[in-house]
């Protein structure tokens, strides 16, 4: 992500992924990073968003999703925020800091509404 001034401010990230059958059940996976000293702007939000619609405009998968940890509520908020809704706990997702912790699971379907992005 780029702000006017060219400063590196973080980074998205993307990947295919299917539920066994690519030909019929692709979607795609987002994820993102900010630097610590540009959080709580709301970059984060926005560049969600506008890679959401990228997708969707650039390729014929209908579903987006996202994943963040139970602590995490900035990024809860910001994938929210930039159309996403929760769809569930993934219990035991993820082994850190010495034991199994849960994950959020947030998606966004193609004809969700369109999130204006400078608001």
Request: hydrophobic share 40%; charged share 25%; proline share 5%.
């Amino acid at each position: 992500m780029v702000e006017k001034d060219e400063v590196t401010t973080g980074m998205v990230a993307w990947g295919r992924r299917d539920f066994g059958n690519p030909a019929t059940t692709s979607y795609w996976e987002i994820g993102i990073v900010l630097l610590p000293e540009w959080r709580g702007r709301g970059i984060g939000w926005r560049a969600q968003a506008m890679l959401c619609d990228y997708l969707f405009a650039h390729s014929p998968y209908p579903r987006i999703q996202a994943g963040t940890h139970p602590e995490n509520i900035a990024e809860q908020k910001s994938l929210v925020k930039a159309g996403f809704q929760l769809e569930g706990v993934i219990r035991s997702a993820e082994f850190r800091a010495g034991r199994w912790r849960d994950g959020y699971l947030y998606s966004r379907i193609r004809g969700d509404v369109t999130v204006p992005i400078d608001g």
